[in-house]
């Protein structure tokens, strides 16, 4: 059963820094793309960044490329998501997503 668990958002100012963080099970991790996703309100679902399989093998949506940076720890099974230069556009509940699954999200809310 795969399992999904984000932690880490909050409220921050503008140009301030997150880490996202998203604990997994129930699938082999080390080798299954990994993705974060967000949703902010009224809007729909926007795939944000992936981590593949392979080592340092990464994609980004062209609105937080350069400014956002997925990791993966496969001795933790746990992925990362880095984000930096936040923009008031990027808060939204962010949600990791692998095998077709979704985790319960969190928020991240940026505002001065």
């Known amino acids: 059963q795969v399992q999904l668990v984000e932690s880490g958002g909050g409220l921050v100012q503008p140009g301030g820094s997150l880490r996202l963080s998203c604990a997994t099970s129930g699938f082999p991790f080390r080798i299954a793309p990994v993705s974060w996703v967000r949703q902010a309100p009224g809007k729909a679902f926007e795939w944000v960044a992936t981590a593949y399989g392979g080592p340092s093998s990464t994609g980004y949506a062209d609105s937080v490329k350069d400014r956002f940076i997925v990791s993966r720890d496969n001795t933790k099974d746990t992925l990362y998501l880095e984000m930096n230069s936040l923009k008031s556009e990027d808060s939204a509940v962010y949600y990791c997503?692998?095998?077709?699954?979704r985790g319960q999200g969190t928020q991240v809310t940026v505002s001065s």
């Open positions: 997503s692998a095998r077709g699954e």
